[in-house]
């Protein structure tokens, strides 16, 4: 589907941003919603070295997202979007050397099992959720 200049209109979610609620990500996939979007990629925040992230996350200001609470932000994002949204990716390629945390970003099948694991033992699927 393609909005009325013919292109096609994809957006990033990132999961984990310093600060970051669980209302933050539900007015997200609101604004998703709410627009014509027709493709997204989704994938963690990472910490890269020599970043200010990195600062912080040495400063004990910022705490990495676990595995675990990005699977549920995944879940949660695929059941709550039209199913004719294209999924792009699910997990980012952060650069081995650069990588400070966390570790189990650099695993993408891990992730992508991961999600697959869950959405199939919870009957759920992309659109579940979703309301107009």
């Known amino acids: ?10 957006t990033h979610i990132m999961v984990g941003l310093p600060g970051e609620t669980k209302t933050d990500l539900e ?22 070295k020599n970043t200010k992230l990195e600062k912080m996350y040495l400063e004990g200001k910022y705490k990495p997202i676990s595995y675990e609470e990005y699977m549920d932000s995944l879940v949660y994002i695929l059941t709550h979007i039209p199913e004719n949204i ?9 650069p081995k050397d650069l990588l400070v945390a966390p570790i189990w970003s650099l695993h993408k099948k891990l992730i992508l099992n991961g999600v ?7 009957n759920l699927y992309q659109g579940i959720f979703y309301r107009r």
Request: zero cysteines; proline letters at 2%.
């Open 116 to 122: 697959d694991k869950i959405l199939k033992e919870n």
């Open 86 to 94: 294209v999924i792009h990716r699910i997990s980012g390629d952060p």
């Open 1 to 10: 589907m393609l909005n009325k200049y013919n292109i096609d209109v994809v």
């Open 27 to 48: 007015n997200t996939i609101n604004f998703i919603n709410d627009h014509k979007i027709q493709g997204i990629k989704i994938h963690s925040t990472y910490i890269l």
